[in-house]
């Protein structure tokens, strides 16, 4: 009787979640996923309220949630390229009270869709305004902002309400909007020293612009009563406006006669300074789960679970004269677009390298772009600058919390020894977007001296080393970026014609099929100890990006991704009937989680008479190098193109053979191998 009521009372509960019964003031949210070819790029989120209650893979699910709370729905691919359609017809479907809400399948990263949500709940529902004070309903309001004139804008908290607030301002609606932190944003501001834990942004508005601006306030706090803020024309831009003077202001839209020529001693620069003591008191290690969009970047040596050192860069001007950078779609050769942090970087500012004692840098630093924006002017500045207008005013700084992405070095793989970790701004010494150089590249680095340990358990650690020494390049300057390779060039370079090209990667695919280069620590740009087609691979990406010499390219860079895996078959050898001694082999391909863009293998048993590609030229041109003597054959795009993705065994190169021997196997001529 006991297993007849247990029974009983499970198809009770069973028949009750079959009709997707929910509580009163509650609703029945259904997802439902349809796969594509790979399933395990793919995953998703729920959240009520900017609160996540949810998450998945490929797995279907019903939720309630709050009839009355705002509802926003996730779906991500991992590799970047969606569910659908180039590999396999995935789906998502969301559905609220059986009325389809959310679907889709082509995207990128991530597909977002927010419903239910009452005006200024979400980035997409924002509520309009123009100048004036207003009431956030609630923390995180979403407002959409048009200026009518370009000019100086203030938006503010301050003595407008008591709660520790936070200003977020966005040129659209995406994923970041709902961060806590300023990644995507192009203004922000947290604390100040205007009005303290309240929030203040003084920046340059375009007319006609719509500007997304979010009130909310610091996570780790609470606050009862309406947030309170304003949006203020502060009037024109004021400043030079002739193009010829070293003053000249880009932004201006009424002059102030100030303007000022060479050779005039007035005519200074900026000048660009890192805090020391930020990096030093902001040092901390943690744990993060690395994503390919880290990796691609090169702020992670490795996928999984990584060990990193994270810090704050702070960057200050301390000039006569602002640091412009400009608006990056007036001169997207200086930005790159697609990062982990939403906006435009800029390239080049930052370098972190991590040194040995012996002034050897490792392969665990990386260069990293930044939004170069006014985050605060702490002494007497005027703030103006965003992602969308970049640049730090005089007497303002940039800071790079130790929070964000890719604000760390990876030192999963570095050995327990004392290291040299330097921090350096305008690395390659380039003026500004007006051409002005800064009047001191002497102070445009900070370093801190460390030991990094390892516990009993595993667990890195550091400690901080007094008195160390600067790091001297070959050319005797401190931090500089002169080195020297093999030849006495460029690394890299191995024509000795101190200029990376195309000619020195094909240079390094002849080595890696003859065998006749000896890996060294000045040659070997993937640190793996052997000169093969991942050295031409890193090199190809090198020039490819725009770099012409070594300073602008960073070896040895080497990331493993343990999770991709590619198959190569050997279909077996097509011999000639006349003269079973010649023929061909077909190489099959299985790369059903990633694409290629180089491969080596070797040969044993027959001399290699030429290859030829089975993939379409318009996909994969490809470059090849092949020894006949030793069996190595190599293929690179040098155009950056790649082999696309196969879900099962595909032929793509044709190798000819003669002089075979018992020790492959022998096919018919145009058939199928035995």
Not at 409 to 421: G, K, M, P
Request: charged share 10%; net charge negative; hydrophobic share 30%.
């Amino acid at each position: 009787m006991k297993k007849t009521s247990a029974f009983l009372f499970f198809m009770l509960i069973s028949v009750f979640y079959s009709f997707g019964q929910c509580p009163v003031n509650q609703s029945e949210l259904t997802i439902t996923i349809v796969p594509d070819n790979y399933p395990g790029e793919s995953t998703w989120k729920v959240f009520v309220n900017n609160i996540q209650i949810a998450n998945g893979t490929t797995n279907n699910d019903t939720l309630c949630v709050d009839s009355s709370a705002c509802i926003r729905f996730e779906m991500y691919d991992s590799y970047g390229d969606g569910i659908c359609c180039g590999y396999g017809n995935g789906s998502f479907n969301v559905q609220l009270e059986g009325i389809t809400v959310a679907s889709g399948g082509q995207f990128s990263n991530i597909s977002s869709h927010t419903f239910n949500c009452p005006q200024g709940s979400a980035c997409n529902n924002p509520i309009p305004i123009t100048s004036g004070s207003f009431t956030a309903p609630y923390p995180n309001t979403f407002y959409s902002f048009t200026p009518s004139l370009s000019g100086m804008y203030s938006i503010s908290t301050c003595d407008l309400n008591t709660c520790n607030t936070k200003l977020w301002v966005y040129e659209s609606c995406n994923s970041y909007a709902y961060n806590v932190d300023n990644t995507g944003t192009i203004f922000y501001n947290d604390n100040n020293s205007i009005c303290g834990n309240l929030a203040d942004i003084n920046a340059i508005l375009i007319a006609g612009t719509t500007y997304i601006i979010k009130v909310g306030i610091n996570e780790a706090t609470t606050c009862s009563t309406p947030l309170g803020f304003s949006i203020i024309y502060d009037g024109p831009i004021i400043g030079c406006m002739d193009p010829l003077a070293c003053n000249y202001n880009p932004n201006a839209t009424q002059s102030d006669s100030s303007c000022v020529y060479y050779p005039s001693p007035d005519c200074l620069g900026p000048d660009l300074i890192i805090l020391q003591d930020v990096i030093l008191n902001s040092l901390e290690i943690r744990e993060e789960q690395a994503t390919n969009c880290q990796v691609v970047e090169g702020c992670m040596t490795g996928y999984g679970q990584r060990t990193v050192l994270a810090f704050t860069t702070w960057i200050k001007n301390i000039g006569d004269i602002d640091y412009y950078v400009g608006n990056p779609t007036a001169n997207p050769t200086q930005f790159t677009f697609g990062n982990c942090h939403g906006h435009a970087h800029y390239e080049g500012y930052a370098d972190y390298i991590l040194y040995k004692n012996d002034g050897q840098n490792i392969p665990i630093g990386h260069k990293n772009g930044f939004c170069v924006m006014d985050l605060e002017c702490n002494d007497g500045g005027t703030g103006q600058y965003g992602c969308s207008n970049m640049g730090i005013s005089k007497q303002c700084g940039d800071i790079y919390s130790s929070g964000l992405e890719c604000q760390w070095i990876d030192i999963t793989d570095v050995d327990t020894a004392e290291y040299i970790l330097a921090i350096k701004v305008n690395w390659d010494q380039s003026p500004d977007a007006l051409g002005h150089y800064e009047t001191n590249y002497a102070n445009n680095w900070a370093q801190v001296c460390l030991r990094i340990t390892m516990n009993s358990a595993g667990e890195k650690g550091y400690e901080i080393l007094p008195n160390c020494q600067p790091y001297v390049d070959c050319a005797g300057t401190a931090y500089g970026n002169a080195m020297i390779d093999c030849q006495g060039n460029c690394r890299g370079d191995l024509n000795n014609n101190s200029i990376l090209e195309t000619n020195d990667v094909v240079s390094y695919l002849e080595h890696s099929v003859n065998l006749d280069l000896n890996a060294q620590s000045c040659n070997d740009l993937s640190a793996d100890n052997t000169i093969n087609v991942w050295d031409a691979g890193l090199l190809s990406n090198c020039i490819s990006n725009g770099a012409t010499n070594n300073s602008e390219c960073t070896f040895p860079n080497t990331v493993q991704n343990p999770s991709q895996v590619v198959t190569f078959f050997n279909e077996g050898v097509y011999t000639q009937f006349a003269n079973p001694s010649v023929g061909y082999l077909d190489v099959s391909i299985l790369n059903s989680s990633t694409k290629v863009t180089g491969y080596q293998f070797a040969i044993n048993g027959a001399t290699i008479s030429g290859v030829s590609s089975l993939i379409n030229p318009l996909t994969y041109p490809v470059q090849f190098e092949y020894n006949s003597i030793n069996g190595q054959v190599a293929g690179l795009s040098l155009i950056d193109s790649m082999i696309p993705k196969h879900t099962t065994l595909t032929p793509f190169i044709r190798v000819f053979l003669e002089n075979i021997t018992s020790d492959f196997p022998k096919c018919s001529s145009l058939k199928q191998c035995i």
